[in-house]
């Protein structure tokens, strides 16, 4: 037998075995934020407040950055040096100026951002549970800048649920 707890946006709840009827929301915000340069900026709260905002109770909350020499990160929250280490490996393995990079447009952490960007991501998805992303204890989301200098970068919160 599957036992299935369904609460819909009105607030409505069916549990048991009845077959629920499927509604559906969207819920939908973008932010900016200005980065110092190469590092993370924590964004969990901004996250966790549209998601609140969204009024969605259970569903999935997917986070987009609209960038090519950022990414996003849903890493430990508690010790800034797992963080730090992060930066360090990619560091080595994708050094700033490389010559066997051609594309330098804008420097030469330019393409390094770009091939940091590839092997990480420019998307999260995370459940959302009693109008919270359900995050695990040491969790925190945060954006990675990849380029030395501080950019504005835009972030899409979308909440469906």
Known sequence: MIIRRVVYASGKEIT??????????????????????RG?????????????????DTGLCHIFQHHTSASLLLNENAD???????????SRLVPDGDPMFTHRDEGPDDMSAHVRNVLTTNGLTIPVTRH?????????????????????RTITVTVQG
Not at 16 to 37: H, K, V
Not at 49 to 54: F, K, L, P, Q, S
Not at 132 to 152: D, P
């Open 40 to 56: 993370t900026t924590e964004i969990t709260q901004q996250v966790q407040n549209i998601v609140r905002n969204a009024n969605i």
């Open 132 to 152: 919270r992303c359900h995050l695990g204890t040491w969790q925190g989301v945060y954006l990675w800048e990849h380029r030395t200098i501080g950019h504005s």
């Open 16 to 37: 048991g075995t009845q077959r629920p009827i499927a509604l559906s929301m969207t819920y939908q915000e973008t932010f900016t934020l200005r980065t110092s340069g």
């Open 80 to 90: 800034p040096a797992v963080r730090q280490d992060l930066e360090t490996f990619f």
